[in-house]
């Protein structure tokens, strides 16, 4: 019955490590929130500025496979 205690015990800690990481990522995503708004009343574009941020994530060679295809797109369609 003891082992059964330590699983219970061991599951509660788990538990409550990850709710505490909720909260902390919703108190993150809530300050990432606040730069966006922050910027946009400086008159910068939160909509374009997101797009850099994932730009910036992205691998450079994926980048540039990405704006090949689409180049390859808007010159097919005469948006060039």
């Known amino acids: 019955m003891a082992e059964g205690n330590?699983?219970?015990?061991?599951?509660?800690?788990?538990i409550e490590r990850i709710e505490r990481l909720e909260e902390e990522k919703k108190g993150i995503a809530d300050d990432v929130r606040d730069v966006y708004a922050e910027a946009k009343a400086?008159?910068?574009d939160p909509k374009i500025m997101r797009m850099i941020v994932r730009l910036r994530k992205m691998e450079t060679h994926t980048r540039q496979e990405q704006d090949a295809v689409l180049e390859t797109y808007r010159n097919a369609l005469g948006l060039a």
């Open 6 to 14: 330590v699983a219970a015990d061991q599951l509660r800690l788990f």
């Open 42 to 44: 400086n008159g910068y």
